[in-house]
């Protein structure tokens, strides 16, 4: 047996007969627990109808070996080497890593498999395949697998939409294939982020929970499959579209990575094996500075610059308390709708005749630094870019793919595009001193060809290229990935942008649910999570400030609304959330999240805890009437059971409606122990519906 731990969980592999095998993956073990026997104790019989012998899916899960399931590959050399047999020729391991090396020397190919599992539990799998022989081998599917406990039961994924992304559903696992599929071109709106099996007893705070996602920002496929025979595995993978991957003589190709997390801390953690790992990255934005309260002005202005309006925003800014103010959609040639510009990445001189020196001091100078959005992997018909190269767009034959926002895909994967998108963004960043850029991606990608091949891998590889040229090319340069929103939030892309925007959708209450499940594996800090206008431009509500500001600061705080037309009221209220978020922000991207257990519907109760128990943030938000006259108590996890803490509800974000005569005693403060606040808890006020409530836990 070969056992990988982590801080959390184990893998143990077995080899047997040239055949590697995953014995377990789940519950912490060491070899000393596993003992010599353990592999004779959990042998199958033989049964009746099946095999003579008993027999183990290996690693490969492959037909030829006996395992009638969905295999790890599939792909063909023109119709022959289909079925494969391969052999483990080598194989290395640490005490956290194990590589082997397969071969199958009648299919004529070679495998390289890599698994890592980081000190906090999540284990991420490599694979290189190797065409050994004289013909092209066609490679039609990928699929990294790892098996399920018995007691794993149920399957959650998520479902989504513009402006509703990541939305859960949960349901038992039946016999056979569950799916997810993802064929944007993208990750999607509709990703799943990590597609969870789950113990029937799992909740935030405890049970078994099993987590895979795609680290890749393309095409996906997520699986659970439970066979005829009780077998239960969970498998994720890139979606390649017919002929995308051929690999010619000789030729290798890297699989996308696939991380995987086991935890028996429910599913908040598997949250907290993804964010302590995600964390320790050198490159990981919080351990380069902190991140700053960001002002976009795209609902402030949309297409229509101007310059003394941007410089009436920077102003309310700066005494708001705004660190970074971002200039979007509009600012390039021929962009006064969107139905042109995209491609032509120049300063439009009937809308900036000077450039952006004079507004970049202005905002400088009121200690503000300065962003820019782009859109740099589409093209529009009416640009001079296509009208110079209509043959630089992801298509197929003579066909033009249908508009979505007047848009085509500029195909990256042509060195010519490739080179214009660079240069040109270059430029700009050369000439203005701009510390941040938004890169957006407002369309699926259908058609996807790159002369007369499929190419969304290599488009998305593409991207990753250029980010991180630009980032070499201008050291400090943080990069913001939009996608239609929440189009492009994955493990892949994590490693190339700095923040996400999580949603078009800066409706408070819309964004509730959006937040809380795309912070499943990615960390808050992160998340771009905005207070929205008074008035939402997506849903058309009205909502109170304090429940915005609430929502928003659970993230990487910023403000999406035209400031200029905030009341004096609201704008202190303001400039009383931004100190409170550069105050608890080292608490907010740091802690560990935690999502309450609470037992109405109606409500959201979820906090941070420090690290250390010392402290901690907590919101409670009303979303509908409460279910009964008086709401549950409020519960908290986490934090250490012999310890005292001070409780009271922050003054900074303003006050809610409530629905009650006569206020709750606890609000200015009250001492509990960490043991009464999580067995027994404290009576929330009556809140109207949209309303909600900060709490401040400090150890004393």
Same mark, same amino acid.
């Given at each position: 047996?070969?056992?990988? $731990? ?70 063909? &050399? *023109?119709?022959?080497?289909?079925? %494969? ?95 997810? +599929?993802?064929?944007?071109? &993208? ?56 002929? +995308? ?31 302590? %790992? ?32 941007? $410089? ?11 660190? &970074? ?12 709708? /969107? ?21 970049? +001091?202005?905002?400088? @100078? ?17 640009? *001079? ?40 963004? *270059? ?70 942008? /700095?923040?996400?925007?999580?949603? /078009? ?66 704008? @202190? ?21 935690? &999502?309450?257990?609470? =037992? ?31 709401? =549950? ?65 400090? $150890?004393?």
């Amino acid at each position: 047996m070969i056992v990988l $731990k982590s801080a959390h969980n184990s893998i143990v592999f077995q080899i047997v007969n040239k055949r590697l095998s995953i014995f377990h993956w789940g519950a912490l073990l060491s070899e000393n627990q596993i003992g010599t026997e353990l592999a004779l104790a959990t042998t199958r019989p033989v049964s009746h109808s099946h095999w003579d012998t008993p027999t183990t899916a290996d690693v490969m899960r492959e037909h030829s070996k006996g395992f009638i399931g969905h295999p790890t590959l599939e792909g063909h &050399r *023109d119709g022959k080497a289909w079925s %494969t047999y391969f052999e483990l020729v080598e194989e290395s391991h640490t005490s956290d890593s194990l590589q082997a090396t397969f071969v199958d020397d009648h299919a004529k190919l070679s495998m390289k498999l890599h698994y890592s599992l980081s000190h906090d539990g999540v284990l991420t799998m490599n694979a290189v395949l190797t065409n050994n022989g004289d013909a092209d081998y066609v490679l039609n599917k990928f699929i990294q697998w790892l098996p399920l406990a018995d007691q794993a039961t149920q399957v959650m994924d998520f479902t989504g939409r513009w402006s509703h992304e990541r939305h859960p559903q949960r349901r038992d696992i039946a016999y056979g294939l569950t799916t997810r +599929e993802e064929r944007e071109g &993208r990750s999607s709106h509709d990703y799943t982020i990590a597609q969870l099996a789950l113990a029937s007893n799992a909740t935030f705070a405890s049970g078994e929970v099993w987590s895979m996602s795609v680290a890749f920002s393309g095409n996906s496929i997520h699986h659970v499959e439970k066979t005829q025979f009780g077998d239960q595995s969970i498998g994720a993978g890139e979606l390649f579209l017919p002929g +995308e991957i051929i690999l010619k003589a000789g030729e290798s190709f890297s699989i996308a990575p696939v991380q995987a997390s086991y935890t028996s801390a429910g599913i908040d953690g598997i949250s907290h094996n993804f964010h302590s %790992t995600l964390r320790k990255r050198v490159h990981h934005p919080t351990n380069i500075r902190p991140r700053p309260l960001t002002l976009n002005v795209w609902e402030a202005v949309y297409f229509n610059h101007d310059i003394e309006k941007i $410089k009436a925003l920077a102003d309310v800014a700066a005494e708001i308390g705004v660190e &970074r103010m971002v200039l979007d959609d509009g600012w390039f040639h021929l962009r006064r709708n /969107d139905r042109a510009g995209l491609g032509d990445w120049v300063i439009d001189p009937t809308v900036w005749p000077n450039g952006f020196t004079e507004i970049i +001091e202005y905002v400088n @100078a009121r200690g503000i630094e300065f962003g820019l959005w782009f859109e740099g992997e589409m093209v529009q018909i009416d640009s *001079d870019l296509y009208r110079a190269h209509p043959e630089w767009i992801l298509h197929e034959g003579n066909r033009i793919p249908p508009l979505q926002r007047n848009q085509l895909v500029l195909d990256l994967t042509h060195p010519g595009a490739y080179e214009h998108v660079l240069e040109q963004v *270059d430029h700009v960043l050369s000439s203005f001193k701009i510390a941040y850029i938004k890169w957006d991606h407002n369309r699926i990608l259908n058609d996807a060809g790159h002369l007369g091949q499929a190419a969304v891998h290599n488009q998305t590889l593409a991207i990753y290229r250029l980010f991180d040229e630009l980032k070499r090319r201008h050291p400090g340069l943080e990069i913001e990935s939009c996608a239609s929103g929440g189009a492009r939030i994955d493990l892949g892309m994590v490693e190339h942008a /700095d923040r996400f925007w999580t949603s /078009d959708n800066n409706d408070a209450l819309e964004r509730q649910t959006i937040q809380r499940w795309t912070s499943l594996v990615i960390p808050p800090e992160m998340l771009g999570t905005h207070i929205g206008p008074t008035h939402g431009h997506q849903t058309g509500k009205t909502t109170e400030i304090s429940f915005r500001a609430i929502n928003a600061l659970f993230g990487h705080a910023g403000i999406e609304w035209d400031v200029t037309e905030a009341s004096t009221d609201e704008r @202190a209220i303001l400039k009383s959330w931004a100190s409170l978020y550069k105050a608890k922000r080292s608490l907010l991207h740091s802690g560990r999240s935690v &999502r309450i257990d609470y =037992p109405d519907s109606h409500a959201f109760f979820y906090g941070v805890i420090a690290q250390d128990q010392s402290e901690g943030l907590f919101a409670y938000m009303q979303h509908m009437m409460p279910s009964s006259n008086f709401a =549950p108590k409020l519960r908290f996890t986490g934090l250490d059971a012999g310890t005292n803490y001070r409780v009271a509800i922050s003054q900074e974000v303003g006050a809610p409606r409530t629905l009650q005569i006569k206020d709750i005693q606890w609000g200015k403060g009250v001492i509990l122990s960490g043991a009464a606040l999580e067995t027994i808890g404290i009576q929330p006020p009556n809140l109207a519906p949209e309303n909600g409530i900060l709490i401040t836990v400090e $150890k004393v």
